[in-house]
């Protein structure tokens, strides 16, 4: 009796043993499990960076209240400016891609012709048009409160930030035939120079030196000579000679050329500040009229990406049909890689990071240039 006793003890003591590691292994399952984000963890990161801006831009843009007019320009990697209209007012708004956010950040009791945001994010120029004949000029913090206002008289008007001191902007005053006044706007100072400067479209290539094709208007001609000129010195320099097309950057300098005798293509060239050959490339091109048609590009200097729109072969503009395909070239490697074809040649805008870029004659569109994925930014 003592044996059959002592064995139903211990009988009991292993079921009280095994129930006690059973416990324990289902805790530490339960706890594992517990231990596991949960999926508003996960997205209540929104102030992160995405690594698939698919995934988590919200889009379409809800507008708030008036008429979509046409998106500004990226104050970041997920904002965007955009303008609307509501009968006579313009508004502009600031809008999060990764939350779905719209904020307004300014309103103007007369029409917004042009939004520019300043190389650096840091001001953003609003120009309104109060009369035929009158350009108003606003510049905001990106807060959107003002930082200083000035009226010009003119027809049109052009702008070109100083990417290296953005206290100063070129503005081209165009008269209704034409004509012109080259002015320099200082900021900080609040005050209008008059340049004398011989053509309108000008760029800066230095704190104080501006470049600018010399075309000849008695011998019209598809190319011109590349001039260089500091703002405080009358004299000139030619850089390049047969110049169809540049642009300048902070350190680099892109002229458009052509590449053979036969003109069968026109070639992309970068220099550095020292005008010293970094990469070149060359496409097809369309013939017009009055001269060549110059695709829409844009180039980002941080990661040395450049995006244009090629044409796939060298034809008349009016004859041809074949669309665009959207193509970016990295000056560093020489590496080129097709995003999108098929497109129209619509103006491009690439975010701060490179990563996607804004397309269409009012930006209505947003490119994902990873997944190369073409999006609406508004619904139509």
């Given amino acids: 009796m003592r044996l059959n006793k002592s064995n139903m003890i211990l009988k009991f003591i292993f079921q009280i043993l095994f ?3 059973f416990a324990s292994f289902f805790s530490a399952c339960t ?7 949960g999926p508003s963890e996960d997205t209540d990161k929104q102030n992160v960076p995405p690594s698939k801006p698919e995934e988590t831009w919200k889009l379409p843009i809800e507008i708030p209240e008036g008429e979509f007019y046409k998106v500004g320009g990226w104050l970041s990697d997920h904002q965007l400016l955009y303008i609307t209209n509501l009968e006579q007012s313009s508004s502009v708004h600031l809008y999060n891609l990764l939350t779905g956010n719209s904020e307004l950040l300014y309103t103007s009791e007369v029409p917004i012709v042009t939004l520019q945001i300043s190389p650096s994010k840091k001001n953003i120029l609003i120009q309104t048009s109060p009369s035929t004949y009158e350009g108003q000029v606003t510049i905001l913090t990106p807060e959107g409160s003002e930082i200083i206002k000035q009226s010009f008289t003119s027809y049109e008007l052009a702008f070109e930030w100083n990417p290296l001191n953005e206290s100063e902007i070129l503005i081209s005053s165009f008269n209704e035939d034409w004509t012109f006044q080259m002015l320099l706007l200082d900021i900080e100072q609040r005050k209008t120079t008059e340049l004398s400067i011989p053509q309108p479209f000008i760029k800066w290539l230095g704190k104080e030196e501006v470049a600018y094709l010399n075309w000849d208007e008695t011998s019209p001609s598809l190319f011109a000579p590349l001039l260089l000129k500091k703002l405080n ?4 320099e030619v850089i390049f000679t047969d110049v169809l097309q540049f642009a300048a950057y902070h350190d680099i300098l892109m002229t458009v050329t052509v590449k053979d005798k ?3 293509l026109a070639a992309y060239t970068f220099y550095n500040e020292n005008k010293q050959e970094l990469f070149s490339f060359s496409i097809p091109h369309l013939t017009m ?3 060549w ?5 844009d180039f980002n200097e941080k990661n040395g990406k450049f995006i244009t729109l090629k044409p796939l072969k060298s034809v008349e503009a009016d004859a041809y049909t074949e669309g665009f395909e959207l193509v970016s070239y ?12 098929g497109l129209k040649n619509e103006p491009v805008l690439l975010s701060p990071s490179g990563e996607a870029a804004l397309y269409g004659n009012r930006f209505e569109k947003i490119i994902n240039i990873k997944t190369k994925e073409l999006l609406e930014l508004v619904e139509k």
């Avoid at 048609?293 to 590009?297: G, Q, S, W």
């Fill in 19 to 21: 129930l006690l590691v």
């Fill in 31 to 37: 706890n594992q499990q517990d231990a596991k984000p």
């Fill in 330 to 341: 990295d000056i560093n490697s020489g590496n080129n890689n097709s995003i999108l074809q």
């Fill in 293 to 297: 048609l110059v695709p829409y590009y």
């Fill in 289 to 291: 009229f009055s001269g």
């Fill in 233 to 236: 010195s009358e004299t000139e």
């Fill in 262 to 264: 036969e003109k069968l």
